[in-house]
């Protein structure tokens, strides 16, 4: 009998012959491949996270590409079994799950569907106490381009089209500028690059590692992994619409954020700005309780640095002990004005939002220090003795040391709904003297504000000092008197000086610092102030002139600024700063900072975005770009309830 075979030709084997070639064939099978089978199941997570980085490579289709299952398979019994796909997902997932901590984590990095309710821990939607739930619906900022949202990545804003400031030209704009949804859209994919990124490598750490693929924490965070890249990229990435990537946060922040049990010596700024000034922003975003908890657990553990005879804090303190010191370097046991006057924001909203007036209470004395004391011609130094509240060296800077003390007094007033009048006076007063004793113009030019030491200017400008260009505007933009004019002017000029630091590199990005001088202007001249860590507050000035004017050029320099971060900065898994921005092809410092996160990627999306995307008369933001509710002016304030007396409570 003859039948077709496989390729169309006759047959001319019985069926016995069949069966003997065919037994032969499967032994010789076994004998090449069946090793495979044989190795050991311990692979190792390194081992794992090896072969899912080339399946990631690779892309979705090579991910165990499995033929359809013969019906009697051994699909149970087999752990080896290749063609079981779901099984082998599961084993890589808890695999990474060694890696991430997180079996959700893992399985997202692997591109799987949730995992099943029984193998999450606690899923959000039932742990979510009521209020959340409440607000969770109501408290999306403007979300962005759900069009391009595809994966059910997106959140859908309510928040009503409003136009800031009295400045009505935004959409016009928009329809003149046709690319600006896709430079937007560009930098959501930058935020997603270095989150993944720090996901895949550092998770639950501070800070990633790009170039070495490892977690980096510096000194600052007291030692401890305490996930300073999730608590301050995460309401980024809520402002993005990044949905899937803010729960996660979300779902780390209340399973593993806690400073109980732990001895770190941890900074007081920065662990406000960015750990307290996160929290609340979340807090304000989404009415979540978890957020508010977190930050006044942050906050409380900071308090034993303000018990001294001045009421102003020390720099550093430990979280198990609550010993508090200073650091070593910083004038004869001095605190710093830049780090004890940044707190204000933080510790008034606090009070507000869990009525407890203890906060607001150390940041008033803090204050009254400071308004009480006297001021070399008016101008603040950097340096304070919180045991003889006087003041050490006579350094003054609107860079490093001193820069957002200045800030706080504007937006102490901005964020009580323009009601803190002393705080007003006090930026006022602080200004008008650095406008006269600090400011000064170059010869070609260019303006710009100088340190003083000892009465001397040293020409010289701090990376750091580049906020100040939207820090004057914002003064002129919100009170009108005989100074407006004036602080719009140095406002726009110290903003248009700083792009110049930026342009004059071949990098197209800034140095740390700069100087001017006979030989140059705008120019890093020293070997160690040559370098950029990917700071943000030459954006942040484009983003609130932007905002405030509606000069395309300030949209331009943003987007020059995308250009060279993604050409010098970009890494294949993450982003990193650079040693010498005057270089055509600089060394990267291996360093993603939280506050790329936090604040550069932010001002920078938030400068291709709508003016009705946390309008500036509704939202003011923390040194570290968080920002918080104006009280009267935004319904996400959430002040708590003042409590009854208690005759009227039944
Ligand atoms: C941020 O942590 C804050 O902006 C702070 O006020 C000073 N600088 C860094 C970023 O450069």
Not at 273 to 298: N, S, W
Not at 397 to 414: M, N, P, R
Not at 501 to 528: H, K, M, N, V
Request: net charge negative.
């Amino acid at each position: 009998m003859y039948r077709i075979g496989p390729i169309g030709r006759k047959s001319n084997f019985h069926s016995r012959e069949k069966c003997l070639i065919g037994l032969v064939l499967a032994t010789l099978c076994f004998l090449c491949f069946g090793g495979i089978f044989l190795l050991p199941d311990n692979f190792g997570s390194e081992r794992v996270l090896r072969v899912y980085k080339h399946f990631q490579k690779a892309g979705p289709e090579i991910f165990i590409p499995a033929p359809p299952l013969a019906a009697h398979a051994p699909r149970d019994e087999d752990p080896h079994f290749m063609g079981d796909r779901q099984r082998l997902q599961q084993k890589i997932i808890a695999e990474l799950g060694d890696i991430f901590d997180e079996p959700q984590a893992a399985a997202d990095a692997v591109g799987q569907a949730p995992l099943p309710a029984a193998q999450q821990e606690q899923p959000m939607e039932q742990e979510a106490p009521p209020e959340m739930a409440a607000h969770h619906r109501v408290s999306m900022p403007a979300s962005d381009d759900t069009t391009l949202n595809n994966n059910n990545n997106h959140l859908h804003g309510e928040q009503q089209l409003k136009l800031p400031m009295g400045m009505g030209r935004e959409l016009a704009a928009e329809h003149a500028d046709a690319g600006i949804k896709e430079k937007r859209l560009k930098v959501k994919e930058m935020m997603e690059h270095a989150w993944h990124n720090y996901k895949l490598y550092a998770w639950g750490k501070n800070e990633l590692r790009p170039l070495s693929q490892r977690p980096h924490s510096g000194s600052i965070f007291g030692s401890y992994d305490l996930g300073a890249t999730i608590v301050d990229g995460l309401d980024t990435l809520y402002i993005m619409g990044l949905e899937k990537e803010y729960k996660e946060g979300r779902d780390w922040i209340e399973r593993r954020f806690s400073l109980d049990n732990i001895s770190a010596e941890l900074s007081v700024f920065e662990t406000n700005i960015r750990f307290v000034g996160g929290m609340l922003t979340l807090y304000a975003f989404t009415g979540d309780p978890l957020y508010k908890e977190k930050a006044q657990h942050i906050a409380d553990k900071l308090l034993p640095a303000f018990q001294t005879p001045t009421g102003i804090p020390y720099a550093l303190v430990n979280t198990k002990t609550g010993m508090a010191k200073n650091y070593g370097w910083a004038s004869g046991g001095s605190s710093i004005l830049s780090e004890f006057g940044t707190l204000h924001l933080e510790f008034a909203y606090l009070s507000d939002i869990t009525g407890n007036p203890l906060y607001r209470e150390r940041v008033q004395t803090i204050r009254q220090v400071l308004k009480e004391i006297e001021k070399p011609k008016g101008l603040y130094p950097n340096f304070l003795n919180p045991k003889t509240g006087k003041w050490g060296q006579q350094h003054m800077s609107l860079g490093a040391l001193g820069d957002s003390y200045y800030e706080y007094l504007l937006k102490a007033w901005l964020q009580s709904g323009q009601t803190d009048e002393e705080a007003r006076e006090m930026y006022d007063e602080a200004m008008l003297a650095i406008m006269d004793k600090m400011v000064r113009t170059s010869p070609n030019g260019l303006t710009y504000v100088s340190d003083l030491k000892f009465d001397r200017l040293e020409h010289k400008m701090d990376h750091l000092a580049c906020f100040s260009g939207g820090l004057f505007a914002l003064g002129a933009a919100t009170r009108q008197n005989q100074h407006t004019d004036k602080y719009m002017e140095v406002g726009k000029g110290i903003t248009n000086t700083c792009h110049e630091s930026y342009i004059r590199a071949p990098t197209q990005l800034g140095p740390e610092a700069f100087r001017f001088s006979d030989a140059a202007e705008a120019r890093a001249l020293r070997s160690q102030e040559k370098y950029y860590i990917l700071r943000p507050e030459t954006f942040e000035s484009y983003f609130v002139l932007w905002r405030l004017t509606h000069d395309q050029k300030y949209r331009d320099w943003g987007w020059e600024a995308v250009l060279a971060l993604e050409k010098h900065c970009r890494t294949p898994h993450g982003y990193c700063g650079l040693r010498n921005v005057y270089q055509q092809e600089p060394q990267k410092d291996d360093v993603q900072q939280s506050f790329f996160l936090a604040e550069t990627l932010k001002y920078l999306y938030l400068l291709f975005s709508d003016d009705s995307v946390l309008p500036l008369d509704e939202w003011v933001f923390n040194t570290e770009a968080h920002p918080l509710p104006i009280k009267g002016a935004n319904i996400y304030y959430r002040k708590a309830p003042v409590p009854l007396p208690a005759s009227n409570a039944s």
